[in-house]
Every structure is written in C-alpha cells, then in structure tokens.
T-cell receptor, first 112, second 112 residues
Framework: DAKTTQPTSMDCAEGRAANLPCNHSTISGNEYVYWYRQIHSQGPQYIIHGLKNNETNEMASLIITEDRKSSTLILPHATLRDTAVYYCIVRAWGDSNYQLIWGAGTKLIIKP | GAGVSQSPRYKVAKRGQDVALRCDPISGHVSLFWYQQALGQGPEFLTYFQNEAQLDKSGLPSDRFFAERPEGSVSTLKIQRTQQEDSAVYLC??????????FGQGTRLTVV
C-alpha cells in the first residue's frame, strides 16, 4: 500500500501558484519524499525530491514540514501544460528499497 | 538518445499470443525498472535490474511474465500466452544507483 495520501483532484487558475499537499505521517527517518507527474498518455516525469530541507529546482519547490509528516509541492506559475496527475511517493535510500510505491495521485487541472 | 525509449508504443495482441516489449534505458544507467499501469491507477512495480542482474522480480504477476537484460543495457519484457487482464501500459524506467528514476513513454498493450 502507498505510504502517502493526497487529494483526489484540485483546480488552479492559470498563472497562479498551485499548491499540492501530501500526507506521509508514517515516514521513516531514511525515507525521501519524491514527486512525479504524469501528463495524459505519457510516462511519469520526475519533478523533485527531498529529505527534510526545502528544495527548489526549475520546475517546482518542495516544502517539507519540520516533523516530516507532510509536504507541499508548489508550482509557482501554473500553465495549462501543468495539467496532469501528480504523485507523491516516499522511498528509502539504499539498494534494498528501490521500489516506488504509487498511490492514486492528485489530478491537477489548470483552468484558463 | 537523451531519454528512456520504449518500443513499440502500442501493441495489440490476440489472446494466447506471446509479446515482447523493449526498453532502451538512458546510457550509463545501472538500474532499470519495469512497471505495469492499469487505466486510472498508479504504476505497479514488476521487476528491477542492476546491470544484468535481476535483483527483484517479486512484482511479476505470473510465470507467464519474464524479463531480461542480458548485457546490462537494453531490456525486454516478455509475456507468454497473453490474457485480457494483461492489457495495460508497461513502463520502463532507468536511473543511476539511488537516484531519481526517469521513465519512458510506455507501451500500451491491448489483448483482444
């Protein structure tokens, strides 16, 4: 079973920041939080990952709470092309834990 | 190529037919994964290779499914005597050890 819970769907206006929440209350100390997205009919696309510090790259920012039990993915200026299913996954570091266990994700719809 | 390449993109097989799905990982990526994705669901892990060694095949649903990576690069997922329940998108991903996995576009298999 997936170790994360996410809202089933969300809407966001084009040009606004999209904030996608994820709960991972049972996360272990050696588990990272990964975010992927999947645009219709394409393979999943890696977005960002982090352990406990906030992370930012050219696609998004990841905010992880101090207790690490939840996180938020932020798309700062959403465009129509960001419409996709967004998956939050926790994964431990190390060869013995290489599987990604996926939940149902959040379907994000960007509206013009 | 720059990304993970999978072929064919689409495959229609008659029930009972054998199929072979190909994955060309990113050059230099040691880890290779196969996932199965049913419509409307997140991907489910099938098997994992590190170089040519198949370290985990726990996700393969039956002994009709077989995967290989003989030279530690290209991988093939073979399904024998296909059944309708095998209809899904088959995703391949590759990565460096303990790094984020990058996915191909997937092969959509339809068994009729």
């Amino acid at each position: 079973d997936a170790k994360t819970t996410q809202p089933t769907s969300m809407d966001c206006a084009e040009g606004r920041a999209a904030n996608l929440p994820c709960n991972h209350s049972t996360i272990s100390g050696n588990e990272y939080v990964y975010w992927y997205r999947q645009i219709h009919s394409q393979g999943p696309q890696y977005i960002i990952h982090g352990l406990k510090n906030n992370e930012t790259n050219e696609m998004a920012s990841l905010i992880i709470t101090e207790d690490r039990k939840s996180s938020t993915l932020i798309l700062p200026h959403a465009t129509l092309r960001d419409t996709a299913v967004y998956y939050c996954i926790v994964r431990a570091w190390g060869d013995s834990n290489y599987q990604l266990i996926w939940g149902a994700g959040t379907k994000l719809i960007i509206k013009p | 190529g720059a990304g993970v390449s999978q072929s064919p993109r689409y495959k229609v097989a008659k029930r009972g037919q054998d199929v072979a799905l190909r994955c060309d990982p990113i050059s230099g990526h040691v880890s290779l994964f196969w996932y199965q994705q049913a419509l409307g669901q997140g991907p489910e892990f099938l098997t994992y290779f590190q170089n040519e060694a198949q370290l985990d095949k726990s996700g393969l649903p039956s002994d009709r499914f077989f995967a290989e990576r003989p030279e530690g690069s290209v991988s093939t997922l073979k399904i024998q005597r296909t059944q309708q329940e095998d209809s899904a998108v088959y995703l391949c991903a590759s990565s460096l050890i303990d790094q984020a996995a990058f996915f191909g576009q997937g092969t959509r298999l339809t068994v009729v």
